[in-house]
């Protein structure tokens, strides 16, 4: 059983990073192996629409995204974290998902357990989380939930509250690794 964290932010060791770590280290906890890709030390180019994948599967772009299929096709649950820029997922992180468009023509995802892990300054949250979740359901995959953690500088998140009414951004972020990992341990 393992969970896959991607991280999206471009900033190393940032706000999302923390959160994510919070999150896989819960899903660990429940058994699960984890891994993690961080759009920060990654390359991944936008999609170019140039439709191999409707013919062949598979994307013709030879980059960072190489790797992460393979991830993602090795994994049992995805959390996806990203900061919000502008109200939205970041451009990473968008690059990220309209990559996956290639594991959409052989539905490489459906029935996959997914997460979604959202930081934010102060406003867009709800909306970025509710995009995971479209992308997610999109795919096929099982949505077991979402954590938010405000913050600006790195570390906010730390101490910050999370995006519900009694719990902090690092106890949501733990809650999100339990719900992944025991949601794909059911759907297995
Ligand atoms: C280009 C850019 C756009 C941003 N847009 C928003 C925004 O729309 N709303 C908001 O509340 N915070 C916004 N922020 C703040 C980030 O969401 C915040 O700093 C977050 O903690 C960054 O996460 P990280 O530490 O993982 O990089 C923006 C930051 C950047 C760099």
Redesign the pocket.
């Known amino acids: 059983m393992k969970i896959l964290g991607i991280?999206c932010?471009?900033?190393k060791n940032?706000?999302?990073?923390?959160?994510m770590h919070q999150a896989l280290d819960a899903a660990a906890k429940e058994g699960c192996a984890t891994e993690i890709f961080r759009a920060s030390e990654k390359d991944v180019a936008p999609c170019d629409a140039c439709g191999t994948c409707f013919e062949t599967g598979s994307c013709a772009i030879r980059d960072d995204m190489q790797q992460l299929y393979g991830m993602l096709d090795g994994a049992d649950g995805v959390i996806f974290?990203?900061?919000?820029?502008?109200?939205?997922v970041?451009a990473q992180g968008k690059a990220i998902m309209d990559r996956m468009f290639a594991l959409l023509q052989r539905r490489a995802l459906k029935g996959k357990a997914a997460g979604a892990l959202v930081?934010?300054?102060?406003?867009?949250?709800i909306q970025t989380r509710s995009l995971i979740y479209s992308f997610c359901i999109a795919q096929g995959m099982i949505v077991a939930g979402g954590a938010i953690?405000?913050?600006?500088?790195?570390g906010?998140?730390l101490t910050g509250v999370g995006g519900g009414i009694d719990m902090s951004a690092m106890e949501e972020s733990r809650m999100l690794g339990v719900s992944v990992a025991r949601l794909a341990q059911k759907l297995r």
């Open positions: 991280t932010s471009p900033r940032g706000n999302t990073e923390i959160l974290g990203t900061p919000v820029y502008f109200g939205s970041s930081v934010t300054r102060r406003v867009g949250a953690g405000y913050g600006r500088e790195i906010d998140v």
